[in-house]
């Protein structure tokens, strides 16, 4: 199993740019989160998606839009880049079945000029 | 609405030293409470959890118990090693039954030989 993946691991982009960060989960779990890490402010929630077709705001969903193609897979779109979603982006899924809890990717590092 | 509040770093501790990481909480109900370690590069992977009140979470050493009368869920571990450096972060999870976390800011761990 490889758990939770991210794509990319690193992308610079300009201001104004739109671009999608890719999840994708093989552990058959049906929720999965977006979260932003800044500095000083711990991780924040974006999105999540409880199950396959549905889709909540977080904490700070604003300049996000996202897509919960399936059950595998959990994408976040940037439509027009800010120098304030500079962050590092992560991904995760929660097993309800098992451990109770939530697995992350690697996160994707995010730098908008 | 819930919060997490953790104790500030970086905390600075030599090889075999006693660690305290102190984590309060507030929350509606009675939340599930977890740590989370982030080493440097990578994502975040789950150190321990406590559901209830007076659980005891522990792993690798390290343990929390939920204490509801002070909300709070410390971490410690009695003599940490350089390999225990790393970002700890305290989290909470609502009762929403969509499982979504709320962390800390986070307390970065330094530990020299």
């Known amino acids: 199993n490889a758990g939770v993946t991210q794509t990319p691991k690193f992308q610079v982009l300009k201001t104004g740019q739109s671009m999608t960060l890719q999840c994708a989960q093989d552990?058959?779990?049906?929720?999965m989160y977006w979260y932003r890490q800044d500095p000083g402010m711990g991780l924040r929630l974006i999105y999540y998606?409880?199950?396959?077709?549905?889709?909540d705001k977080g904490e700070v969903p604003n300049g996000y839009n996202v897509s919960r193609l399936n059950k595998r897979e959990f994408s976040l779109r940037l439509e027009s880049a800010a120098p304030s979603q500079t962050s590092v982006y992560f991904c995760a899924s929660f097993d309800s079945g098992g451990a109770e809890t939530q697995y992350f990717g690697p996160g994707t590092r995010l730098l908008v000029l | 609405g819930d919060s997490v509040t953790q104790m500030e770093g970086p905390v600075t501790l030599s090889e075999e030293a006693f660690l305290t990481i102190n984590c309060t909480y507030t929350a509606t109900g009675y939340p599930s409470l977890f740590w989370y370690v982030q080493y440097p590069g990578e994502g975040l992977q789950l150190l321990l959890k406590a559901t209830k009140a007076d659980d005891k979470g522990s792993n690798k050493g390290f343990e929390a118990t939920y204490r509801k009368e002070t909300t709070s869920f410390h971490l410690e571990k009695g003599s940490v090693q350089v390999s225990d450096s790393a970002v700890y972060f305290c989290a909470l999870s609502d009762q929403s039954g969509y499982s979504t976390l709320t962390f800390g800011k986070g307390t970065m761990l330094l530990v020299s030989p």
């Open positions: 552990m058959n779990h049906n929720s």
């Open positions: 998606s409880a199950s396959e077709g549905t889709t």
